[in-house]
């Protein structure tokens, strides 16, 4: 999978900036060859100094290639502070007929499925407010499986881009105590209630976006890892 | 849908001052929201957070302590911290985490550029407790709550007829004239066929003619206000309600089928309810039996819970049934004599307390004592105790229980000459010993409600002039009247009480009312005045060295907002067919009220400071 191709090990991440600069080249003029000419930040930056884009999809399948997206939410985060002034959620138009477990899910329905942005107009906003930062996300998989499709069909490549999974950096932190633990503890409300944070109205891609942010932030704060390199968190 | 924050929307406009802001500002005051958390024990504002700004806690709870490291505040889910904006007002206090937090800042100028279109939010943040409070009481003054009463009574029932006019062409000095002649402050100006063309009132004198320099000799027309609202005969009292303070006027001209048949003005709305007042009182003085007493009193609660929704300001209904109080009080003394005789020597039956001090609410307790003319002899006695008792087991019978402190004419101890009672003054003031300073409190508030007035006169005239003096008395007497103090403010649906504890209701009457009330009582005894009504109290004391002019006006509001938080939450007890008592629940009130109800604590505390430094 493309996640593991190019990102399991930190000897990958100065492979991550070449790789960017390699499909730079390649890629046709448009949103995606803009969104790769602006560089990642740094790897040894401080976390606290590095900019993210928390993003939460919201999509009629777990795997791309069965579903398609519903609507995206992000918001920016710098400076250990989630700005709510640039905070963006926009629901994507669908040709397929959503099922009724879907509108049950994400209380979306096809006629407001309708109203919402193209594909292409969403991936384009979304490739432009991530450009230059990481992405943060609560596991990784179904943001980076959906992205690369999409590219994928609209440009014909498929981005590279750093990640910070919240899900990624609480296992690392049980798996080093060595102690059996259930899985479902690494779900996004549970480990939010480890922390006393408030409960949030899960199933709305902003929401979501935001609500992972905020662990992130109390992740970082109760193990004080403020000043920790961006490459410790990079999945 | 471009936009999904409804959560952190709703939550924003939950919180005072942002109550009842438009949508689209809200919207505006998140965008500038930056999110950050900290964890317990770290000191505020968070390092990265470089702007002077505003920080809602979100979730966590936050301490603020004093130079002296002592706790002054704590503050919970939905409160705002505003010491990093106001270092002016905040210099002295640190802010720490007290539990993880998670916070919204607000960046100062942002919000307030957010806010530019409601200034009224802007000034809450920035005025005074003080301040703050002032113009809470006066809105209190001004907002009229309706109750069923004015919605079922019509105009015609109310209003005043024939309405007073004048001609047109009369000039401004005759105009003058025949409003101080009919003594009236307003008149309904009219042409030669009797239409009305206007209204001129007090204010147009001094607004338009002398301000605007208009000469006395120019006819009315040129000062009075034209096309004025009036109010056809067939709408109710509330109708006019309505009208008049929509358009904040205090003088409505009514018609009948378009011609002009009479004026109503807002105080004959605000007297509307306090008639019911006097119909009551009238019904007392027919009454014949206690039973038929005691039936009455049930309509005083009643009468309570409808000046309470009227807007009724809760001086006026401390007045009222204090007033009702007395009435009962004095026809039960009436039926006592026709039982017992006529009384063999002069005496003075007097009350003591919040009905001495005109503050009465319903279902308090009874506080009574008897000055009987020193020429009374030992065979007089059991007549003065069987009248003693006999009134108040019927003021018991009537609802007002025995006093549990024992503080009633039908114990011996408060039945008692009038050389008696200056000795008891006497004693009390030269040993203020903590048992004399309770009954200080309690006998320094006496007023005459059926008797010789000379008696009480006499003896509050000679304790007034030893208390001027007796500088070591009033010390002793602050010192104990310090002991109640109003709590440091709130935390979550919690009180804070200065010791750290949290308690779940907050008791309006020892820890806001009373403080005040003592206040009031120190002030008059150093100042040697007569009155015992807290604000008449205050007022007379305004401007001495016992309390500055500034000082007593905030303490005034403080009261008038106290006394009417509790008429209201009296009202709601009563209204549920509850015991009315003083103990209010945070959940009964606003987060906006909770704002007002802290700053009166603040006023309170800072009175009650200077009064400690004072000795």
């Given amino acids: 999978m493309l996640g593991t191709m190019f990102s399991n090990s930190l000897d990958n991440w100065f492979g991550l900036n070449a790789q960017r600069e390699r499909l730079l080249k390649k890629v046709p003029e448009g949103p995606l060859k803009t969104f790769l000419s602006v560089p990642f930040p740094e790897h040894k930056r401080p976390i606290s100094k590095v900019p993210m884009l928390a993003l939460d999809f919201e999509t009629s399948a777990l795997e791309a290639c069965e579903g398609h997206l519903l609507s995206m939410g992000y918001v920016s985060v710098e400076n250990l502070s989630i700005h709510l002034g640039s905070a963006e959620h926009f629901l994507v138009k669908s040709q397929q007929q959503l099922s009724n477990d879907n509108v049950a899910i994400h209380q979306i329905t096809s006629q407001e499925s309708l109203s919402g942005l193209t ?47 919240t899900l990624v950096v609480a296992k690392r932190r049980l798996d080093r105590r060595l102690l059996p633990y259930d899985p479902q503890d690494l779900r996004l409300t549970n480990l939010r209630d480890n922390y006393q944070l408030p409960s949030h109205y899960a199933h709305n891609a902003l929401n979501d976006a935001v609500a992972t942010a905020e662990l992130l932030l109390a992740e970082l704060a109760h193990h004080q890892q403020t000043a920790n390199p961006l490459k410790d968190f990079l999945r | 849908m471009d936009n999904e924050l409804s959560e952190i929307y709703a939550f924003v406009g939950s919180i005072a001052p942002f109550e009842q802001l438009p949508e689209e500002t809200i919207v505006n005051i998140v965008s500038h929201i930056s999110i950050c958390y900290i964890t317990a024990g770290q000191a505020l504002p ?4 470089e702007t002077p700004s505003f920080f809602i806690v979100r979730k966590g709870a936050l301490n603020y302590v004093d130079q002296n490291g002592d706790l002054i505040g704590k503050y919970g889910e939905g409160d705002i911290c505003t010491v990093f904006c106001y270092p002016e007002k905040y210099a002295s206090i640190s802010v720490t985490a007290e539990e993880d937090c998670l916070l919204y800042a ?110 006395p000799a120019q006819p009315i027309s040129e000062i009075m206000t034209p096309d004025i609202s009036m109010l056809d005969i067939r709408h109710t009292a509330f109708d006019a309600l309505i009208a008049m303070t929509s358009r904040h006027i205090h003088h409505l001209p009514i018609t009948d089928q378009g011609k002009l048949a009479g004026m109503l003005t807002i105080t004959d709305l ?297 008429l209201t939450h009296q009202a709601n007890q009563l209204q549920a067919g509850d015991k009315a008592d003083n103990f209010l629940s945070l959940k009964e009130i606003s987060r906006l009220e909770r704002e007002y109800l802290k700053d009166a604590f603040k006023v309170i505390k800072t009175l009650q400071d200077n009064r400690q430094s004072v000795y």
């Fill in chain 2, 106 to 215: 607000l960046d100062k100028q942002k919000l307030l550029g957010a806010l530019i279109t409601e200034p009224h939010i802007i000034s809450f943040f920035e005025q005074s407790a003080e301040e703050r409070l002032k113009n809470k009481v006066s809105s209190l003054q001004e907002e009229a709550v309706v109750n069923s009463t004015l919605t079922n009574t019509g105009v015609d029932q109310l209003y005043q007829s024939p309405a007073a006019t004048i001609n047109q062409h009369q000039s401004i000095a005759e105009t003058a004239q025949k409003m101080t002649e009919l003594g009236f402050s307003c008149l309904v100006v009219v042409d030669d066929e009797n239409q009305v063309k206007g209204i001129v009132t007090d204010k147009d004198f001094r607004r338009r003619c002398i301000t605007g320099g208009i000469s």
């Fill in chain 2, 270 to 566: 605000m007297h509307f309810e306090g008639q019911n007042a006097i119909n009551l009182t009238s019904l007392i003085h027919k009454a014949s039996s206690v039973d038929e007493l005691a039936e009455i009193s049930e309509l005083i609660p009643k009468l309570q819970v409808k000046m309470a929704r009227l807007g009724t300001p809760a001086e006026q209904v401390g007045k009222s049934i204090s007033a009702i109080t007395m009435a009962f009080t004095i026809r039960l003394i009436e039926i006592a004599e026709e039982l017992y005789g006529k009384a063999p020597v002069p005496y003075a039956w007097v009350a003591a307390g919040s009905q001495a001090r005109q503050e009465q609410m319903a279902q308090s307790d009874q506080d009574n004592a008897l000055i009987i003319d020193d020429s009374m002899q030992p065979e007089h006695a059991p007549w003065f105790e069987r009248l003693a008792r006999f009134v108040c087991d019927g003021l018991a019978q009537c609802g007002f229980i025995h006093c549990p402190g024992n503080v009633m004419a039908m114990n011996e101890q408060w039945r008692q000459t009038e050389s008696q009672w200056h000795q008891y003054f006497h004693d009390w003031i030269e040993k203020p010993s903590p048992k004399a300073l309770m009954h200080c409190s309690i006998f320094f508030d006496l007023t005459t409600v059926h008797g010789d007035k000379q008696l009480l006169n006499r003896v509050q005239g000679k304790m007034l002039a030893k208390t001027q003096k007796a500088s070591l008395f009033i010390a002793h007497l602050s010192k104990n009247a310090l002991q109640f103090t109003p709590p440091l403010g709130f935390f979550r649906d919690f009180v804070l009480i200065s010791n750290g504890k949290n308690k779940k209701t907050m008791d309006l009457k020892h820890n806001a009312i009373a403080p005040i009330v003592d206040l009031a009582r120190i002030y008059a005894l150093q100042e040697g005045i007569t009155s015992v009504n807290t604000i008449e109290r205050i007022r007379q004391a305004a401007g001495t060295r016992s309390i500055t002019k500034d000082s007593a006006a905030n303490l005034i509001d403080a009261f008038e907002f106290l006394t009417t938080l509790r």
């Fill in chain 2, 46 to 49: 968070p390092q990265h957070i």
């Fill in chain 1, 119 to 165: 594909l292409e107009q969403a991936v384009e906003k979304l490739l432009a407010a991530l450009a230059g930062k990481v992405m943060l996300v609560h596991y990784a998989k179904v943001e980076q499986t959906f992205l690369a499709k999409a590219c994928k069909t609209l440009y014909g490549y498929e981005p590279v881009y750093p990640i910070v999974d």
